[in-house]
Every structure is written in C-alpha cells, then in structure tokens.
C-alpha cells in the first residue's frame, strides 16, 4: 500500500510539472523577443501571420514601384510643358513680328523687326537643345522600356502572388473554422 501511494504522488507530481511546463510554453509564445505577439490560439493562425507579412512585402514593393513610375511620369510631363511654354512663346513672338510687318514704322526702322527675330531664334535655340537632349533621353527610354515591359510582367507576377495568398489566407481560415465557408 504505501508503495502504491508514492506512485500516486510521483504521477500527480508529474502531471503538475508538465503543467507547469505548458504554462512556461504560453508564457514564451506570448512574448517573443521582448515584443508582445499573440499566441497562436489555433494552429492556422501561424501561417496567417506567414501569409500577412508575406502579403505585406509584396503591397509595399508595388506602392514603391508605382511611386517610381509616377516620379518618371511627372519628369516628362514637365519637359513636356517646358516644352508647350517654348513654343508658346514662339508662337506670340511670330504674331509680334507679323503685327510689326504690318507697322508703318518697319520701313523706317527695322530694329525693333531684328529684335523679335533675335528672341525667336533663342527660343528655337533652347528648343534645338531640348530636342537633342530629347533624342538621348528617348534612346535611353527605349532601352529602358525594355526593362519596364520586364518590371511590368513582375508586376502583374506579384499581383497573382497576392492575390495567391489571399487565397491561402481563406483556405487556411476555412480549414480552421469550417463553419466559415460563407468567405468570400
């Protein structure tokens, strides 16, 4: 008899340490490196944090493409409007020179004539420049456009790896809670 009551207190004992055991085990999985986490309450909660921060990096790399994408776009549409100013101003120049044509005063003094001609050739100048300029942006453009087409397929890659896992976010959901069947 009294070898029969030690095996009871060494199981009960045993069965309080491994208790305790379990306890220190949540303790440790609620915090992890001294940041507060949320223990996993069931299993497929782990591989939703997976997927989520998986699901995070990808959002945030196509938020700093499209960033990208939208400095170029706003880059040529200021050339571009740089561009409509000069001519623009050419435009108002040449109606300057044909009213001063028209003037009485162009037969006596063809200075002010010469003087419009001088600013339309410095716009026609800078335009020239521009051009050139243009010419070697748009061949590195085209070599460059290339490559978009190439980060473009990434791209819509990353937006079926999204749209990927979120389709393993719901399946894990639903396998851990079946009778969560209506997401959709």
């Known amino acids: 008899m009294a070898n029969n ?6 199981l009960r004992e045993q069965k309080n340490g491994n208790k305790q055991e379990e306890l220190m085990e949540d303790l440790r999985s609620q915090v992890v490196g001294g940041s507060k986490k949320a223990s996993p309450i069931h299993p497929g909660q782990e ?3 997976c997927i989520l921060t998986e699901l995070e990096s990808v ?4 938020q700093l493409e499209r960033g990208q994408a939208l400095q170029n776009t706003l880059c040529q549409a200021t050339t571009t409007l740089e561009d409509a100013r ?3 101003t050419m435009e108002n120049l040449v109606a300057e020179l044909a009213e001063k044509l028209a003037s009485p005063s162009y037969s006596a003094d063809p200075g ?3 003087q419009v001609i001088g600013q339309l050739e410095d716009q026609v100048q800078k335009l020239l420049q521009e051009a050139d300029c243009q010419i070697a942006q748009s ?3 085209a070599v460059s456009a290339l490559a978009q087409s190439q980060a473009t397929m990434l791209v819509s890659q990353n937006y079926s790896q999204i749209q990927q ?3 393993d976010c719901k399946n894990t959901l639903q396998e851990q ?3 969560a069947e209506n997401i959709h």
């Open 5 to 10: 009551t030690g095996d009871e207190k060494n």
């Open 47 to 49: 591989r939703l944090q």
């Open 59 to 62: 959002t945030r790399q196509q």
């Open 86 to 88: 000069r001519v623009d």
């Open 112 to 114: 002010p004539f010469l």
């Open 139 to 141: 061949m590195q453009q």
């Open 165 to 167: 896992l979120l389709q």
């Open 177 to 179: 809670w079946p009778q």
